[in-house]
């Protein structure tokens, strides 16, 4: 098992400024999963660390992080085509990783709140970043 990050600040050390953090990086790199798959799972980690960074009050911010969020989720569950239930239990394990200390919890749940009775749509097409 890998060694979360248990720092006080939000974002937590990225060595290479790559918008996620290192321990959640290494976490990735460790999985027994596909090439894609890691880069799937890397597309969600940036999303939920963007959401603990985030704006709170701008709320053209908020859609446009929604909008990722909702292609991340769908990039993830295809790369885990056809047991996409994989790609989601991936994607709530890295939410979990993500908020593991009580400031983070915290604010993700203050991200939650703001974003809360906000409606989307599953983007069509490939949503995976290159």
Request: proline residues 5%.
């Amino acid at each position: 098992m890998h060694r979360l990050d248990r720092s006080s600040d939000l974002r937590g050390p990225d060595a290479d400024d790559n918008g996620i953090r290192d321990d959640i990086d290494a976490w990735i790199a460790a999985q027994p999963i596909t090439d894609p798959q890691k880069m799937a799972a890397q597309q969600m980690a940036r999303v939920q660390q963007a959401k603990l960074l985030a704006d709170l009050t701008d709320a053209e911010a908020l859609r446009v992080l929604g909008e990722r969020s909702m292609a991340g989720v769908k990039c993830l569950r295809l790369s885990f085509m056809p047991d996409y239930q994989k790609g989601y239990d991936m994607g709530s394990q890295l939410e979990a990783m993500m908020a593991n200390t009580r400031a983070r919890a915290r604010q993700y749940l203050a991200y939650n709140r703001a974003v809360s009775g906000s409606s989307g749509r599953l983007p069509e097409g490939d949503t995976c970043e290159p």
